[in-house]
């Protein structure tokens, strides 16, 4: 987990990204959520999935592309997405990005 508690910092420079790979570092983690930093390499990507709560997405670096419900979405730096509980999502790199991905349980 990621300390940052009385700091401050850009989100994108707290994770680095990795060839081929894709990096999480968790800021915060509750029993009512989690609020997570990804950094995706181009051509990774998450494969459709459904989760029991809903996610918001804010996109720090690059752009990605968020697949909804079979809907496509490109979501660019500066950008923000709800993927809705229950509803099948995916996320696509077709080029380098990072996001913060806020869960919330309850």
């Not at 300390?3 to 894709?22: F, R, W």
């Not at 990774?44 to 990605?64: N, R, W």
């Amino acid at each position: 987990m990621i300390n940052i508690v009385g700091q401050k910092g850009a989100l994108k420079n707290l994770v680095d990204y990795q060839d081929d790979s894709i990096v999480s570092k968790e800021i915060i983690k509750k029993d009512k959520g989690t609020v997570t930093l990804f950094a995706f390499d181009k051509g990774q990507g998450l494969s459709e999935h459904t989760a029991p709560f809903d996610a918001f997405v804010y996109m720090c670096d690059g752009q990605a592309e968020i697949i909804i419900a079979g809907v496509s979405h490109m979501v660019r730096e500066g950008e923000v997405i709800i993927m809705p509980a229950n509803m099948p999502h995916a996320l696509k790199a077709n080029e380098r990005f990072k996001m913060l991905l806020v869960m919330m349980k309850a």
